[in-house]
């Protein structure tokens, strides 16, 4: 039981030192403000509840910096990232961007985002969102959608396949 013990220890002390990279790059070339109307309520709400799993600027807390919390936190934000980047929006085809933007419209309405996850036992409490919030945001991703709907043809909204 001793030798095991001591065994996990050396580990854990070892696994310190594989540090997975971090999201810093703050890249904006292709944000969604680029293109976008992004006034400065809607980019509050943004940089508090969505820039660090859906941008390429995550703000890490202190436990970030702690080995096997900092793998999982990398594979939470990439995979964010996957799902939904505010700084590459304007680099996707136009039917991913008005695809986006509707399932940001469902995942806000229902709660869905922010992740409880990211919220839970008070941990990052400016990311909970009032009421408030989530319609101003909703509304906001709606008027995009509509703006979208008025400039391009209905064909090249539609979700290829493949």
């Known amino acids: 039981m001793k030798r095991a013990a001591t065994i996990l220890i050396v580990l854990l002390i070892v696994i310190q030192f594989i540090k997975p990279e971090r999201n810093e790059s703050n890249d904006n070339t292709y944000h969604i403000s680029k293109k976008y109307e992004f006034p400065n309520d809607i980019a509050a709400i943004t940089k508090a509840a969505c820039d660090d ?63 409880k996850s990211y919220t839970f036992l008070g941990l990052h409490k400016e990311a909970n969102l009032s009421p408030e919030q989530r319609n101003k945001l909703t509304a906001w991703a709606k008027q995009q959608m509509a703006v979208i709907k008025s400039n391009y043809p209905a064909d090249s909204l539609v979700m290829k396949r493949g």
């Open 53 to 115: 799993c859906h941008s390429n600027k995550t703000v890490y807390p202190w436990y970030a910096n702690v080995q096997p919390v900092a793998w999982w936190l990398s594979y939470h934000v990439n995979d964010g990232k996957k799902h939904f980047n505010l700084s590459e929006f304007t680099n996707r085809k136009i039917a991913v961007q008005h695809h986006k933007l509707e399932e940001m419209v469902e995942m806000v309405e229902e709660g869905e985002m922010p992740l």
